[in-house]
């Protein structure tokens, strides 16, 4: 399936004062895309086609991706969803649906967590939780390697985790696009996040059962890291939650699958605060 990228302009977008990178479309409900480590906001192209009829998108760069200003000091996951928090006020937007893909999900499950009366639903995509010991120690080998500095070699072992092998898979427009954005995106800023990613996976163990916003996790049934198992778990500790897996599908499945990624988010949205056209 190819990827059609053609999107009209946003209606707006800028920077925020403390260096943040935004983008706005359609109208409706707001609805915060969050794209994951190495990626940027323009990974959501494809949902943000299919969505921007029903809502309001908002996306934006995490720390150090994209256009958005990396931080000169160490940072914890607080620290990017801090970030979310200061681009809503800064926009003076109250309440969003939040969808993070990866990465993305664990900032919006932290967001969803920490400040539920901003939030109306999250959608978890592909996110990571509780890895075995030999996931643990493969993401915190890859986290050392860029940090090493080892960028080219992490970016073909991540394109086949996330695609499978070159050439094997009918998704090459796809991987193509994948692979520009990682090859365009700041080291320091990829680094930082990725050694946020590799420790992250246990911290909302105790707090995943107090979660008062409804919840989606969503995975492929191929993803090797951001396991069906594990979107059953996170699902099994919050009380108003589904959990589904897209057949066939690894962990770029945003971009392999987007009408499928999209039709989720939009049906389970409508499930828990239905859309008025």
């Not at 934006?60 to 000169?72: A, C, K, R």
């Not at 692979?179 to 911290?203: H, M, T, W």
Request: charged share 20%; net charge negative.
């Amino acid at each position: 399936m190819s990827v059609d990228l053609s999107l009209p302009a946003p209606k707006s977008s800028g920077i925020t004062e403390n260096g943040t990178s935004w983008s706005r479309y359609g109208e409706g409900p707001t609805l915060v895309l969050l794209h994951g480590v190495g990626m940027n906001q323009h990974v959501w192209k494809p949902e943000i086609a299919e969505l921007d009829t029903h809502f309001e998108i908002l996306t934006y760069d995490m720390w150090g991706h994209g256009e958005s200003l990396l931080p000169n000091r160490d940072l914890d996951l607080s620290d990017y969803t801090s970030q979310l928090l200061d681009l809503l006020n800064e926009l003076e937007i109250e309440e969003v649906h939040l969808a993070g893909h990866s990465m993305g999900g664990l900032i919006a499950l932290d967001f969803a967590t920490s400040h539920s009366t901003r939030c109306l639903s999250v959608s978890a995509l592909n996110s990571v939780f509780q890895r075995t010991s030999e996931q643990r120690i493969a993401v915190q080998k890859r986290a050392q390697d860029l940090a090493d500095g080892n960028v080219t070699v992490n970016i073909t072992e991540t394109l086949e985790r996330w695609f499978g092998t070159t050439g094997t898979h009918p998704h090459g427009h796809a991987e193509e696009l994948a692979r520009k954005l990682l090859e365009s995106v700041n080291p320091a800023g990829y680094a930082a996040a990725y050694q946020v990613f590799a420790n992250a996976d246990e911290i909302h163990s105790h707090s995943l059962q107090h979660l008062p916003v409804p919840a989606l996790f969503f995975t492929g049934e191929l993803d090797p890291n951001s396991t069906p198992a594990m979107s059953e778990a996170m699902a099994a500790l919050v009380p108003n939650s589904h959990w589904a897996v897209l057949s066939g599908e690894r962990h770029m499945m945003t971009l392999t699958a987007p009408t499928y990624v999209s039709d989720a988010i939009r049906d389970f949205i409508n499930s828990v605060a239905p859309i008025t056209d």
